[in-house]
């Protein structure tokens, strides 16, 4: 690749918007010092009492551990700033009540016509058929709310984060 001839003003603002997800109304995200945010994520900032990386925590919450892969920095400040609005489909949480009388509460992993999978409050994989459903409600309620760490703070975790790419 050429080398760009950008002032250094440019640049910052090409990296803003590759930061902000390339979305031109999307707000620059400070990435502050990853190793600060993980210290930050399996401490003070509660994260790991949740979310499993690398094969160590509970399945209760999404898997962390290449979120830094699959997700804007954007997208991960927006989790922790404002987790009602960035609550994604897939990640609403779940109750069901099967035929047998069965209350389950959880979040997906996956679904088809058929067939939903859920990982329920024991941090058990369920598989139930959509026949056996009495009811399936999906809450819009994020299961946390906003982070109160300082916004120092969230830019260390967002850093942590973005080094999450699967089992290196
Ligand atoms: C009380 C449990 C809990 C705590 C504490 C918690 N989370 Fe979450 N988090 C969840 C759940 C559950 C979801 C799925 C969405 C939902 O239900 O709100 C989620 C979603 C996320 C997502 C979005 C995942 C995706 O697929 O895009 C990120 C990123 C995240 N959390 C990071 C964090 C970080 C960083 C912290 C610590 C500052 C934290 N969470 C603290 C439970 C928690």
Known sequence: MPAFSLRSEEMNGVIAFIRAGFDPEGEAVKIGDPVRGKALFEGEGQCADCHRVRGVGPRTAPDLSNIGAIRTPASLQRNLLDPATALLPINRPVRLVTRFEETIVGRRLNEDTYTVQVIDSGE???????????????????????????????ADVIGYLLTLRGLE
Not at 124 to 153: A, F, H, N
């Open 124 to 154: 058990r994989l369920r598989s139930l058929k959509k026949t056996d459903l009495v009811s399936y409600e999906i809450s819009d309620e994020p299961s946390k709310q906003p982070t109160t760490m300082t916004s120092d703070e969230v």
